[in-house]
């Protein structure tokens, strides 16, 4: 099994949909390691509760970006991930480290990336008055959200949404796909070259699979 690391700062829905995977014989991974950057989180329960080995790393005590950021990667590298899983990892990362991880790190966006990158992405589509939002899992570029799309779902933006029932509807989709990108890298299916996403060795377009 591919050896995943997965990084989160809260919730873990997202790593939940894969110990879920994994624990089906769905998925050919091995998550070796959570990594949260925030402590006392129900991310690190989750990953506890499956007897995966759970790190905190708070950011809040480290002078800068970068010590955070060199410290961080080895406590991945600790690991000797194949793969690393951004789910829900709420911290900017240097360029240095996204270099190190390229091909190798996939994030989770819950906007039609490349729409809405950044924060409050569900108001930010209703408040543009979309009638369609969704959900991105990319490879992790030094480009903040920039990065080569791997797998994209779209949910309606119904009458009556706000930002709470409108990131439930892509968070049940998230977990659709995030699964599924896995998959597909781990099976070596799914591959970043020469900054494109290629599934099957056909490159995939501006909106990924
Ligand atoms: C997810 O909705 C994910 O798309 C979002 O954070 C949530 C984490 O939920 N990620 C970002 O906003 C990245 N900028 P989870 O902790 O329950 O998986």
Not at 60 to 79: K, M, N, P, V
Not at 159 to 186: C, M, N, T
Request: net charge negative; proline share 7%.
């Amino acid at each position: 099994p591919t050896r995943v690391v997965v990084l989160i700062s809260g919730s873990g829905s997202n790593l939940q949909a894969l110990i879920d995977g994994q624990q089906r014989g769905q998925l050919p991974i091995d998550i070796v390691a959570v990594i949260s950057n925030r402590p006392a989180v129900r991310g690190l329960l989750r990953a506890e509760h499956a007897g995966i080995p759970a790190e905190v790393l708070d950011h809040t005590r480290y002078d800068s970006r970068e010590a955070f950021d060199t410290a961080l990667q080895e406590c991945i590298d600790h690991y000797r991930p194949e793969l690393v899983v951004l789910a829900g990892f709420m911290r900017i990362l240097t360029p240095t480290f996204t270099r190190h991880y390229e091909g190798r790190m996939l994030n989770i966006h819950p906007s039609l990336l490349p729409k809405y990158q950044g924060l409050h992405t569900h108001q930010r589509a209703l408040d543009a008055g979309e009638s369609e939002h969704g959900v991105t899992v990319h490879f992790v570029t030094a480009e903040l959200d920039g990065g080569p799309p791997a797998v994209q779902a779209r949910v309606p933006v119904l009458p009556g949404d706000d930002a709470e029932s409108l990131a439930a509807r892509v968070q049940s989709q998230e977990h659709v796909i995030y699964p599924l990108a896995v998959k597909w890298f781990a099976e070596g299916r799914l591959r970043m070259e020469s900054g494109r996403a290629l599934l099957n060795n056909e490159p995939l377009g501006p909106n990924g699979y």
